[in-house]
């Protein structure tokens, strides 16, 4: 199975910055690389998938970039509703391998 | 819209077996994938398998092979996982997620999640 290796596992950060957060494949992956975000008691939400596609519905604020083992979930002019947990997920027909993780606080 | 309705918590002894549903409803069933992920309490999220009902056999991340089934009834729309040989650590909410036209596979639709705890 492919691994998923994200970073960092915590974030801190304020209102209106930009954050960068980095996946990283075991091995290389073709486009399907999808973001989640996540906040306590609630499912995932899909941010961004096929590497670049925003999701409808999601702020142009989230940005993803990446090919090959190295993708990127960036976030600029950070709201307070970002403050959430995020996960990458690299997905095909036969698997779906999700990162650990990034908590992005204040 | 699609929407996926899970079935309600379970409580399960060690070396049981715990069966969770998944029925889904808006747009088409057999055409695309639905997967199942877990997280148990404070941790991240762990890909277990998807199935295509339209190709009737799941596949599995080789952590649960063994021990985990998928299965879809297309007559009802539903799908279902079954895991086997339960043991405190199988204890996490478990997600059913679907994808859509267009999205290559992702998780763009998501179940309310199961609860699955195995205590003795």
């Known amino acids: 199975d492919i691994q998923m290796t994200q970073s960092p596992s915590t974030l801190s950060a304020s209102v209106g910055d930009t954050v960068t957060i980095t996946c990283r494949a075991s091995q290389s992956i073709s486009s399907g690389l999808a973001w989640y975000q996540q906040k306590p008691g609630t499912a995932p939400k899909l941010l961004i998938y096929?590497?670049?596609t925003l999701e409808d519905g999601v702020p142009s604020r989230f940005s993803g970039s990446g090919s090959g083992t190295q993708f990127t979930l960036t976030i600029t002019s950070l709201q307070p509703d970002d403050f959430a947990t995020y996960f990458c997920q690299q997905y095909n027909s036969n698997s779906g391998a999700f990162g650990q993780g990034t908590r992005v606080e204040i | 819209q699609v929407q996926l309705v899970q079935s309600g918590a379970e409580v399960k002894k060690p070396g049981s077996s715990v069966k969770v549903s998944c029925k889904a409803s808006?747009?088409?069933?057999?055409?695309?994938?639905i997967n199942w992920v877990r997280q148990a309490p404070g941790q991240g999220l762990e890909w277990m398998g998807v199935?295509?009902?339209?190709?009737?056999?799941?596949s599995y991340a080789q952590n649960f092979q063994g021990r985990f089934s998928i299965t879809a009834d297309e007559s009802t729309s539903t799908v279902y996982m079954e895991l086997n040989s339960l043991i405190s650590e199988d204890t996490a909410v478990y997600y059913c997620?679907?994808?859509?036209?267009?999205?290559?596979?992702?998780?763009?639709?998501w179940g309310q999640g199961t609860l699955v705890a195995v205590s003795s």
């Open positions: 096929l590497t670049s």
């Open positions: 199935i295509i009902p339209v190709f009737g056999r799941g």
């Open positions: 808006g747009g088409s069933f057999s055409s695309y994938g």
């Open positions: 997620a679907r994808d859509r036209p267009g999205a290559g596979g992702a998780c763009v639709f």
